[in-house]
């Protein structure tokens, strides 16, 4: 194994993957991951299914948390621009009224 190549172990399968040194430690996070995420499923629906039917499943439920952090992200992108504008609109209005309230004692 060379200095560019990986070594991780998925669900029982040793595999090498090429990588960058500074990618090597996230690579291992995502194996791992990937690691437990079959182990879970065939651990809730029996080890005694397929190989790769456990590893669609796996991917299927990291599919899903992937979609649902993008929607959350997303969403709460969205609110923090609501919220922007909304501080900024009323920010502009009591600037507007602090204008006034100068105006009219200076009268």
């Not at 029996?46 to 599919?63: E, M, V, W």
């Amino acid at each position: 194994m060379d200095n560019n190549t990986l070594e991780v172990t998925i669900y029982g399968r040793t595999l090498n993957i090429k990588s960058s040194e500074e990618n090597a430690e996230y690579l291992k996070e995502v194996a791992d991951f990937v690691d437990e995420s079959m182990n879970d499923i065939a651990e809730h629906y029996g080890s005694n299914y397929p190989r790769d039917t456990i590893a669609i499943l796996a991917c299927l439920n990291i599919a899903d948390l992937l979609k649902r952090e993008i929607a959350n992200s997303k969403a709460g992108k969205d609110t923090l621009l609501a919220l922007k504008e909304s501080i900024a609109s009323r920010s502009s209005k009591l600037i507007k009224l602090i204008d006034e309230t100068k105006e009219n004692s200076k009268e």
